[in-house]
């Protein structure tokens, strides 16, 4: 693995020397269009160590986007916004804890009914002409974001991205060197070795599936209170869906999918910067395709090379009779 | 010595099959107490009970004379109770560590203390002579160590009193033997133990006190000592049982199964049959001893056309034939009881009548060019019922109304009536009470008699020893040894399933 970090920082190095300008702006949208794909991703992350599959990530998005932007704009404020979009992204996740967890459900139909209700909602409730007061701003952090390069590429975010970013490390080291992990990923690979030794797999998977709801719900406050600022039918444009690639292809590790999606976010930053430059002219749709091509390569090459969680998709009965 | 456990009346039904009926035992501290009986006697129900996994609905329990509330799984935990189950509940992808400290973590600040959870259970397994590493990931270890771990991992509980559930089921006959001297060990250590099992040797090599349960009662308590095996197991099925199998001398013919260099890949594309050659002749059993996972799944799978052969050929009555298709292998003479009844000998949600023609539906007489015939398929039905003693009210019942033992019977009815040249038996009395495995014996046999080539898979090495004219063992992927039944001695077998050289 080290050896490719060395190549990236070359390549930027290279890079940074014949055009600076466009070498930051690149990786610095990287961050900002991959930053999404990551925090989604870890929905699915957590979901998925704990044995439960979750297809229902872009209906979380729409809702916490939704019931983000309208809060935001009917309160005038910021803050409400977060909050609901948080809350409501929890709902979603009790939603389907509710229906995988206590009935039993088909963990497929489950995530499409949320997905599909998610839709419909928010379909049926929007409604135009309003508009937010204003969107999160760019926090600069002194002294670091002086620094050439790196303190464009990150320390001149929004708070979200530096919380979002934060969380996505917290949950790396929670999932491997703590207590509440061990359990975490036992109950998602053999629940009835987590039950023996006085776990309640239940619980746990209750608290982790609401959990990775509300950081979709933060998820989805990032898209329309610091990045877009407004919001639209369909509005999270299958980004819960990407987000399951990517949480494959960085192999159900909070780091892996982090640079996964920076890596999806390069190739959408790139192919703009390209078309910006006029050094290759792309009709914009094909650029928009992006995620969704490499979504499918992605998962053509990785699919049946990479083991998820043993547990993962299946109900869990107690031996009870 | 102090009584540790001590169960009273205790009674337990699911819906109106009595599992448990007015059961009392006692275990004292130190004391090996076997719990003997055949599947579905209740042994199970009963330690799931005291342990608190199940609710009984009558009874009471007592640990050092405290009553227990039913179904406090934690509360039994708590005053030291603790159990080895039958499939062990070990996280497969985490290390020895992670599984031993899951659920009691040693921590520092927020976070595990992996280092002092190391040594934790360093010092555990020194101090039980039990060894293993502890940073070792659990799948890349053999089975008896795995189960070394679980029992570590019981014992990490401070236990006083350990369950053994069917211990030796997946153990090669010298872990068996290592695992006696770690039990013995235990309880010189003062732990109480109850061992659940079926198998009579190990009962009197091992218990104090045997418990003998039969159709949910305690039917006698008695000792190795008063007791021997013939006469455990009358008290065990409540007749008198042959344990020797009755049959006469093989007559072998010509080959009518030929395995040649087969080389056979697993799901996780490893190879697991590396390279075998074998001959089945007419006439004869030829039996495949091994501890489970050596590659007999693989090997019984490539044989029947179910999993793809890298390498090597099958033969039948000297034709090739055609890999991964089951079905040409069939037509070709190759009848199949397979290891998992439940997922490719029956499909549980049809009637036993159509599960006993699964594989010729759409030949006369029960099919008629693009129908089927549902008279012959009941008169076939009713037929095989009685003639394979399926114990069921009707052959229009599902498949999935059966006892184990009688859904056996369903697969071994269908495989047995048609013209078969060769028969592959992979665990055919697994999960089967005694009184089956006695009709599934002489099944084998009289299919030997009447001329075919039997391929027969075992896990229990008595059963092949007793039913096998020849024993092949098969260790790491290979057939290390074929030798004579007549000539076999179980040590020596034993040794080569391990994979020691002599």
């Given at each position: 693995m080290p050896v490719y970090i060395y190549l990236v920082i070359f390549a930027i190095a290279v890079a940074y020397s014949f055009n600076p300008v466009s070498t930051v702006a690149v990786a610095a949208s990287s961050i900002t269009f991959g930053l999404p794909l990551a925090m989604a991703a870890m929905v699915g992350i957590m979901c998925e160590r704990t044995g439960v599959v979750n297809i229902g990530i872009e209906g979380t998005l729409l809702t916490s986007s939704f019931f983000g932007f309208f809060v935001a704009a009917l309160s005038q404020n910021l803050i409400w916004g977060l909050l609901a979009a948080i809350a409501s992204g929890a709902v979603t996740g009790l939603l389907l804890a509710l229906l995988?967890?206590?009935?039993?459900?088909d963990q497929i139909i489950a995530g499409t009914i949320v997905n599909i209700l998610a839709t419909g909602l928010t379909s049926f409730f929007y409604k135009q002409g309003y508009s937010l007061p204003a969107i999160f701003p760019r926090w600069s952090i002194p002294g670091l974001s002086e620094i050439p390069f790196l303190g464009r590429v990150f320390f001149q975010s929004g708070p979200i991205t530096y919380f979002g970013l934060i969380l996505i490390f917290v949950l790396y080291f929670a999932i491997y060197r703590t207590p509440w992990g061990l359990r975490t990923r036992a109950v998602g690979e053999y629940p009835s070795s987590a039950e023996t030794s006085g776990i309640s797999v239940l619980k746990l998977k209750y608290t982790n599936v609401i959990i990775a709801g509300a950081f979709g719900g933060l998820t989805g406050a990032y898209l329309t209170?610091?990045?877009?600022g407004s919001f639209d039918r369909g509005f999270s444009a299958g980004k819960g869906f990407t987000a399951l690639a990517i949480m494959i292809f960085g192999r159900w590790n909070p780091i892996g999918a982090l640079l996964a999606a920076i890596f999806f976010g390069f190739a959408q930053a790139l192919a703009n910067q390209l078309m910006i430059d006029g050094l290759v002219n792309i009709p914009g749709p094909f650029i928009n395709m992006l995620p969704y091509v490499l979504t499918i390569v992605v998962l053509a090459f990785s699919a049946g090379k990479v083991r998820g969680p043993a547990a993962a998709g299946q109900p869990y009965e107690r031996e009870q009779a | 010595m102090a009584t540790l456990l001590q169960v009273k009346n205790l009674t337990k039904s699911f819906g109106s099959v009595i599992?448990?009926?007015d059961i009392s035992f006692e275990v004292d501290a130190g004391e090996i107490v076997a719990l003997l009986g055949e599947n579905g006697a209740g042994k199970s129900t009963l330690v799931k009970s005291v342990f608190g996994l199940l609710r009984p609905d009558q009874g009471e329990i007592y640990i050092d004379g405290k009553q227990m509330a039913p179904g406090d799984t934690a509360g039994v935990i708590a005053s030291g109770v603790g159990m080895v189950h039958q499939h062990f509940k070990l996280v497969p992808v985490m290390s020895v560590t992670e599984n031993i400290i899951l659920g009691d973590e040693p921590k520092n600040g927020i976070f595990i203390n992996i280092k002092k959870a190391e040594q934790t259970v360093r010092a555990l397994s020194e101090k039980f002579g039990l060894e293993v590493d502890p940073t070792a990931i659990i799948e890349d270890l053999p089975v008896g160590t795995q189960q070394r771990v679980e029992i570590l991992k019981a014992l990490s509980k401070d236990v006083r009193l350990l369950i053994f559930d069917e211990p030796t089921a997946v153990l090669t006959p010298q872990e068996t033997d290592e695992l006696i001297l770690v039990i013995k060990n235990l309880a010189s250590l003062g732990v109480g133990v109850i061992v659940i099992t079926h198998k009579l040797r190990e009962v009197m090599a091992l218990a104090d006190r045997v418990v003998v349960l039969r159709e949910g009662k305690v039917v006698g308590t008695t000792t190795p000592k008063e007791s021997n095996e013939s006469g455990l197991a009358q008290m065990m099925v409540g007749r008198s049982v042959v344990l020797e199998v009755d049959k006469g001398v093989a007559r072998p013919g010509k080959a009518v199964l030929s395995v040649k260099g087969l080389e056979v890949f697993d799901d996780r594309k490893l190879?697991?049959?590396?390279g075998v050659d074998l001959e089945v002749r007419s006439g004869e059993i030829l039996g495949i001893a091994g501890v489970?996972?050596?590659?007999q799944r693989e090997l019984v799978e490539a044989i029947c056309g179910m999993r793809m052969r890298e390498k090597g050929e099958v033969l039948v009555s000297g034709l090739p034939t055609k890999d991964m298709h089951p079905h040409a292998v069939h037509e070709a003479g190759v009848s199949h009881i397979p290891e998992d009844r439940e997922k490719h000998g029956l499909v549980s949600s049809y009637s036993i009548a159509d599960n006993l023609i699964l594989n010729q539906f759409d030949q006369e007489p029960f099919a008629r060019g693009w129908f089927r015939n549902m008279g012959a398929t009941r008169e076939n039905a009713n037929l095989l019922v009685k003639k394979f003693d399926i114990r069921t009210t009707s052959a229009a019942a599902l498949a999935s109304s059966l006892s184990g033992g009688n859904k056996q019977k369903v697969v071994i009815a269908r495989e047995l009536s048609q013209d078969l040249q060769v028969l592959v038996a992979a665990?055919?009395?697994?999960?089967?009470d005694v009184g089956s495995i006695e009709f599934i014996h002489k099944q084998l046999i009289a299919a030997r008699d009447k001329g075919a080539g039997v391929l027969l898979v075992s896990a229990e090495l008595d059963e092949i020893i007793s039913l096998s004219d020849r024993i092949a063992v098969m260790s790491g992927g290979k057939i290390v040894a074929i030798v004579d039944s007549k000539d076999a001695d179980r040590n020596h077998i034993g040794r080569l399933m391990a994979g020691l050289k002599e």
């Amino acid at each position: 693995m080290p050896v490719y970090i060395y190549l990236v920082i070359f390549a930027i190095a290279v890079a940074y020397s014949f055009n600076p300008v466009s070498t930051v702006a690149v990786a610095a949208s990287s961050i900002t269009f991959g930053l999404p794909l990551a925090m989604a991703a870890m929905v699915g992350i957590m979901c998925e160590r704990t044995g439960v599959v979750n297809i229902g990530i872009e209906g979380t998005l729409l809702t916490s986007s939704f019931f983000g932007f309208f809060v935001a704009a009917l309160s005038q404020n910021l803050i409400w916004g977060l909050l609901a979009a948080i809350a409501s992204g929890a709902v979603t996740g009790l939603l389907l804890a509710l229906l995988t967890v206590s009935w039993k459900m088909d963990q497929i139909i489950a995530g499409t009914i949320v997905n599909i209700l998610a839709t419909g909602l928010t379909s049926f409730f929007y409604k135009q002409g309003y508009s937010l007061p204003a969107i999160f701003p760019r926090w600069s952090i002194p002294g670091l974001s002086e620094i050439p390069f790196l303190g464009r590429v990150f320390f001149q975010s929004g708070p979200i991205t530096y919380f979002g970013l934060i969380l996505i490390f917290v949950l790396y080291f929670a999932i491997y060197r703590t207590p509440w992990g061990l359990r975490t990923r036992a109950v998602g690979e053999y629940p009835s070795s987590a039950e023996t030794s006085g776990i309640s797999v239940l619980k746990l998977k209750y608290t982790n599936v609401i959990i990775a709801g509300a950081f979709g719900g933060l998820t989805g406050a990032y898209l329309t209170l610091e990045l877009v600022g407004s919001f639209d039918r369909g509005f999270s444009a299958g980004k819960g869906f990407t987000a399951l690639a990517i949480m494959i292809f960085g192999r159900w590790n909070p780091i892996g999918a982090l640079l996964a999606a920076i890596f999806f976010g390069f190739a959408q930053a790139l192919a703009n910067q390209l078309m910006i430059d006029g050094l290759v002219n792309i009709p914009g749709p094909f650029i928009n395709m992006l995620p969704y091509v490499l979504t499918i390569v992605v998962l053509a090459f990785s699919a049946g090379k990479v083991r998820g969680p043993a547990a993962a998709g299946q109900p869990y009965e107690r031996e009870q009779a | 010595m102090a009584t540790l456990l001590q169960v009273k009346n205790l009674t337990k039904s699911f819906g109106s099959v009595i599992a448990n009926n007015d059961i009392s035992f006692e275990v004292d501290a130190g004391e090996i107490v076997a719990l003997l009986g055949e599947n579905g006697a209740g042994k199970s129900t009963l330690v799931k009970s005291v342990f608190g996994l199940l609710r009984p609905d009558q009874g009471e329990i007592y640990i050092d004379g405290k009553q227990m509330a039913p179904g406090d799984t934690a509360g039994v935990i708590a005053s030291g109770v603790g159990m080895v189950h039958q499939h062990f509940k070990l996280v497969p992808v985490m290390s020895v560590t992670e599984n031993i400290i899951l659920g009691d973590e040693p921590k520092n600040g927020i976070f595990i203390n992996i280092k002092k959870a190391e040594q934790t259970v360093r010092a555990l397994s020194e101090k039980f002579g039990l060894e293993v590493d502890p940073t070792a990931i659990i799948e890349d270890l053999p089975v008896g160590t795995q189960q070394r771990v679980e029992i570590l991992k019981a014992l990490s509980k401070d236990v006083r009193l350990l369950i053994f559930d069917e211990p030796t089921a997946v153990l090669t006959p010298q872990e068996t033997d290592e695992l006696i001297l770690v039990i013995k060990n235990l309880a010189s250590l003062g732990v109480g133990v109850i061992v659940i099992t079926h198998k009579l040797r190990e009962v009197m090599a091992l218990a104090d006190r045997v418990v003998v349960l039969r159709e949910g009662k305690v039917v006698g308590t008695t000792t190795p000592k008063e007791s021997n095996e013939s006469g455990l197991a009358q008290m065990m099925v409540g007749r008198s049982v042959v344990l020797e199998v009755d049959k006469g001398v093989a007559r072998p013919g010509k080959a009518v199964l030929s395995v040649k260099g087969l080389e056979v890949f697993d799901d996780r594309k490893l190879l697991a049959v590396k390279g075998v050659d074998l001959e089945v002749r007419s006439g004869e059993i030829l039996g495949i001893a091994g501890v489970e996972g050596n590659g007999q799944r693989e090997l019984v799978e490539a044989i029947c056309g179910m999993r793809m052969r890298e390498k090597g050929e099958v033969l039948v009555s000297g034709l090739p034939t055609k890999d991964m298709h089951p079905h040409a292998v069939h037509e070709a003479g190759v009848s199949h009881i397979p290891e998992d009844r439940e997922k490719h000998g029956l499909v549980s949600s049809y009637s036993i009548a159509d599960n006993l023609i699964l594989n010729q539906f759409d030949q006369e007489p029960f099919a008629r060019g693009w129908f089927r015939n549902m008279g012959a398929t009941r008169e076939n039905a009713n037929l095989l019922v009685k003639k394979f003693d399926i114990r069921t009210t009707s052959a229009a019942a599902l498949a999935s109304s059966l006892s184990g033992g009688n859904k056996q019977k369903v697969v071994i009815a269908r495989e047995l009536s048609q013209d078969l040249q060769v028969l592959v038996a992979a665990q055919p009395t697994r999960g089967v009470d005694v009184g089956s495995i006695e009709f599934i014996h002489k099944q084998l046999i009289a299919a030997r008699d009447k001329g075919a080539g039997v391929l027969l898979v075992s896990a229990e090495l008595d059963e092949i020893i007793s039913l096998s004219d020849r024993i092949a063992v098969m260790s790491g992927g290979k057939i290390v040894a074929i030798v004579d039944s007549k000539d076999a001695d179980r040590n020596h077998i034993g040794r080569l399933m391990a994979g020691l050289k002599e």
